[in-house]
């Protein structure tokens, strides 16, 4: 039920564009350790159809992105991403950085650079496996370069979202927000002070 003191901190178009991500990221990292990890490919089979799943999974990771483009909201909020301030800088460096002191906007510097990384590693994903898949059209050393930055990167984005989902379980109004849209004003004001004035 909504309280009168609830804040709109996502549209239904920034969560559809979170939520389908996190559905296709997911689907890449389970069928990525079906195929890398000996016991689980064993366990699964099918290895043909873990593939294509993993590969459509992965040339569908960007769409969200480029669908959520069309809401200005989304827009707004990559513009609020794509922005570091010296707040910032000092919320990375303080210990008391959940007390409402430092003037936080929408987003704080640990969101900040999960997403850009986040972001990169989608491209850079991306990129790599199509060449690892229609690789008969490349150098082998490319193949082979390919390759290697994809699966370090793999590991990279799965410790990332293994914090992730870590940092979300501790907190649950940030959950409510991606649920619903809308968050409590007083968690607001606490954690991100300059966005809840």
């Given at each position: 039920?909504?309280?009168?003191?609830?804040?709109?901190?996502?549209?239904?178009?920034?969560?559809?564009?979170?939520?389908?991500?996190?559905?296709?990221?997911?689907?890449?990292?389970?069928?990525?350790?079906?195929?890398?990890?000996?016991?689980?490919?064993?366990?699964?089979?099918?290895?043909?159809?873990?593939?294509?799943?993993?590969?459509?999974?992965?040339?569908?990771?960007?769409?969200?992105?480029?669908?959520?483009?069309?809401?200005?909201?989304?827009?707004?909020?990559?513009?609020?991403?794509?922005?570091?301030?010296?707040?910032?800088?000092?919320?990375?460096?303080?210990?008391?950085?959940?007390?409402?002191?430092?003037?936080?906007?929408?987003?704080?510097?640990?969101?900040?650079?999960?997403?850009?990384?986040?972001?990169?590693?989608?491209?850079?994903?991306?990129?790599?496996?199509?060449?690892?898949?229609?690789?008969?059209?490349?150098?082998?050393?490319?193949?082979?370069?390919?390759?290697?930055?994809?699966?370090?990167?793999?590991?990279?984005?799965?410790?990332?979202?293994?914090?992730?989902?870590?940092?979300?379980?501790?907190?649950?109004?940030?959950r409510l927000g991606m649920?619903?849209?809308?968050?409590?004003?007083?968690?607001?004001?606490?954690?991100?002070?300059?966005?809840?004035?």
């Open positions: 039920m909504r309280r009168p003191a609830d804040l709109l901190r996502f549209t239904r178009a920034e969560r559809w564009v979170h939520r389908s991500t996190a559905v296709l990221m997911g689907a890449c990292l389970l069928t990525a350790a079906i195929l890398y990890i000996g016991p689980l490919s064993v366990l699964v089979g099918r290895r043909g159809i873990v593939v294509w799943v993993h590969v459509l999974a992965g040339l569908g990771l960007p769409v969200p992105m480029l669908v959520g483009w069309a809401s200005r909201a989304f827009r707004d909020d990559l513009r609020e991403l794509n922005r570091f301030r010296p707040e910032d800088w000092e919320w990375l460096t303080s210990r008391d950085r959940r007390t409402g002191r430092i003037r936080i906007g929408k987003f704080n510097a640990g969101q900040k650079l999960y997403a850009a990384f986040t972001a990169g590693a989608i491209l850079v994903q991306f990129g790599t496996g199509v060449v690892m898949r229609y690789g008969q059209h490349w150098p082998l050393s490319l193949r082979i370069g390919a390759t290697f930055v994809h699966d370090w990167l793999a590991a990279a984005v799965a410790v990332a979202v293994i914090g992730h989902l870590h940092l979300a379980l501790r907190d649950r109004d940030a649920r619903t849209g809308r968050v409590p004003a007083d968690w607001a004001r606490r954690e991100h002070p300059g966005w809840a004035d």
